[in-house]
């Protein structure tokens, strides 16, 4: 993995072995769609800082194995199937979709909850809630448990766009709220200050309009 000793060692035993071997899965196993443009936005980085988050939350929630087990499959396979590192709305069915003929074809467990998570991952909550209601039916709420993780272990990278790019009152977790530091932390670690930096630059002109969108995304007026 791409972060340090020192980073490292503030996980748990536990979630350091997860991580690296969900991440070491991802760079053996999956394949990513190439994105126009040479940007580190949506690429194996991401996914990988991602993984960190929801293994840290998914362990402060008290999630056992088989949840933690979903929750790293839908952070290495969520954005495989991008087109453009814009909205680009649909990439979650993609994704889930690939996740589903790769475990049909490969020796990887299918998790229902991950299919929905990755499914539903670009949509408001309200549709991904209403699915997994309808289809969880006996897990209901361990799985909007999981949904609500896996989105807010996403929403913690968004540092990698700005460091004002996170609001903090989207978060659904109380514990991933309690991570906002370490998330901006691990951004730059883990992105080369210059390349970062660059595309802070880029996407500052849009800050006004990107907050108008998360702001109608989550129904606030």
């Known amino acids: 993995m791409n972060i340090s000793n020192s980073t490292l060692s503030l996980l748990s035993n536990k979630v350091r072995s997860l991580c690296a071997y969900w991440d070491e899965y991802m760079k053996d196993h ?106 969880a039916k006996e897990h209901t709420d361990r799985a909007i448990m999981i949904y609500h993780i896996f989105k807010d272990s996403d929403a913690l990278d968004r540092y990698r766009m700005g460091d004002w790019c996170l609001n903090m009152e989207f978060l659904r977790i109380p514990e991933a709220k309690s991570m906002a530091s370490f998330a901006l932390a691990l951004v730059k670690e883990t992105m080369d200050p210059t390349e970062l930096q660059k595309m802070w630059d880029l996407i500052a002109p849009f800050k006004d309009k990107m907050i108008r969108a998360e702001k109608q995304k989550q129904n606030i007026k």
Not at 34 to 45: A, C, M, Q, R, V
Not at 75 to 103: E, L, M, P, Q
């Open 30 to 135: 999956l394949e990513f769609w190439p994105l126009p443009g040479n940007f580190d936005i949506h690429t194996e980085s991401h996914c990988e800082r991602v993984l960190v988050h929801a293994m840290r939350i998914g362990e402060a929630c008290g999630m056992d194995d088989d949840a933690l087990a979903a929750l790293a499959e839908a952070s290495i396979f969520h954005d495989t199937r991008r087109k453009d590192n814009y909205c680009d709305v649909g990439h979650g069915d993609r994704g889930a979709d690939y996740y589903w003929d790769y475990c049909r074809k490969n020796k990887l467990k299918f998790l229902p909850e991950t299919f929905a998570t990755i499914k539903f991952h670009d949509r408001d909550d309200q549709q991904g809630e209403a699915y997994i209601s309808k289809h």
